[in-house]
């Protein structure tokens, strides 16, 4: 095999999350940068030189046409305003790329179809930017209940809430209805996910409410999602940037034998053996455990690791093992465990609960 990297690279909306998807791309061998595309020419340069993307040595363009058509471009990297998602996908898909598309994939129900619709057909692979799932802390969770050790799950939250104003770089285009949607599809859909991929279970039912605190945005900045699950369990969502506190991504996953709260692992009728699971830890480097107490009196285990989804910064997020995984997946022909058709299950839950709010809670079946 030639030692070259095998797979070009175009990415498209050249600002803070896309510098996080080049440096990944630069530092997996089979991959090299080989098309920019931003709006504008000087403010590509200057966004790649604010985020430190080096080396950058793909060609610059104005026209996403230019990438579609380039013949030595594999993978599409979308990371535009949110609205654009959807028809940039599906254009790609179109020209025989394969695609990552930061979230959400889209903004309405229409879109998902035709997105997912477009990557079937043309039999490209596709992953979507749900790149929690591979921190540390999630992937911990997530084996604790698929090990069994959770027992049956009957009850799962998940919190986004992350006070973001007009700091954020995308400010201007995401606060709009049009740019950014709600906040369940411009934040609040990492929530969904993960309480779809920890929980191990389906949506069936939703209701939501929703409100609107801090200014400048043009939808509401709060929104509560009650689900029910699959086999009778239970399931909340809050998304929302209207309190006063850092950025908090709160899991609670409540079992029949044990249940998470952050990084506690708590019991009370069977006690969960410590040195057992220390035994088991999948990843020992990563994760360590400890005693702690819970309350005034309880015993628990203390789950620690130095990485958890506690951070609005993008460089904070694993981009690395979503795009590795991207990639791979087109090497041995498989499908991205993140791919659009799992996304797509996700969204619904957003657009449909968002639709649920605006109707003043009417519950809808999924």
């Not at 969770?141 to 700091?167: A, C, K, M, P």
């Not at 819970?294 to 795009?323: C, K, L, W």
């Not at 649920?356 to 079946?365: D, L, N, R, W, Y």
């Amino acid at each position: 095999m030639s030692s070259q990297p095998s797979l070009g690279v175009g990415v498209v909306g050249i600002g803070w999350c896309a510098a996080q998807h080049i440096n990944a791309f630069i530092k997996n061998p089979h991959t090299r940068i080989v098309g920019l595309c931003g709006r504008d020419e000087a403010r590509t340069r200057a966004n790649l030189e604010k985020y430190e993307v080096l080396p950058h040595d793909g060609r610059i363009t104005t026209r996403f046409e230019d990438l579609l058509a380039d013949p030595d471009i594999h993978i599409i990297s979308i990371a535009t305003p949110n609205d654009l998602h959807a028809e940039q996908a599906i254009a790609a898909a179109r020209a025989g790329k394969h695609v990552l598309i930061e979230k959400p994939t889209a903004m309405n129900l229409d879109e998902l179809d035709r997105v997912s619709t477009a990557i079937r057909q043309a039999n490209v692979k596709s992953i979507v930017s749900f790149e929690l799932r591979f921190n540390p802390y999630m992937k911990f969770v997530h084996w604790l209940r698929e090990s069994g050790r959770l027992g049956n799950i009957r009850f799962t939250r998940v919190q986004y809430l992350s006070r973001v104003t007009d700091w954020y770089s995308g400010w201007e285009w995401c606060r709009t209805r049009q740019g950014g949607g709600s906040h369940l599809l411009a934040a609040g859909c990492h929530a969904v996910d993960a309480l779809r991929w920890l929980s191990g279970k389906e949506v069936v039912e939703l209701s939501a409410y929703q409100t609107h605190f801090t200014a400048g945005y043009e939808w509401p900045t709060t929104i509560l999602v009650n689900m029910k699950l699959q086999d009778e369990a239970l399931g909340h969502v809050s998304s929302s940037t209207d309190f006063q506190m850092p950025y908090t991504f709160q899991v609670e996953v409540m079992g029949d034998k044990a249940t998470v709260r952050d990084t506690t692992l708590l019991w009370k009728d069977e006690v969960v053996d410590l040195e057992e699971l220390q035994a088991a830890n999948p990843w020992p480097d990563l994760i360590s455990l400890e005693k702690t107490t819970y309350g005034t009196a309880f015993e628990g285990i203390r789950i620690n690791t130095m990485i958890m989804p506690d951070s609005v910064d993008v460089a904070h997020h694993p981009f690395q093992a979503e795009i590795d995984d991207l990639v791979d997946g087109i090497l041995t022909d498989r499908q991205p465990a993140l791919n659009v058709f799992d996304a797509e299950k996700t969204m619904r839950i957003c657009v449909l609960a968002d639709q649920s709010a605006e109707q003043g809670g009417a519950v809808i079946t999924l």
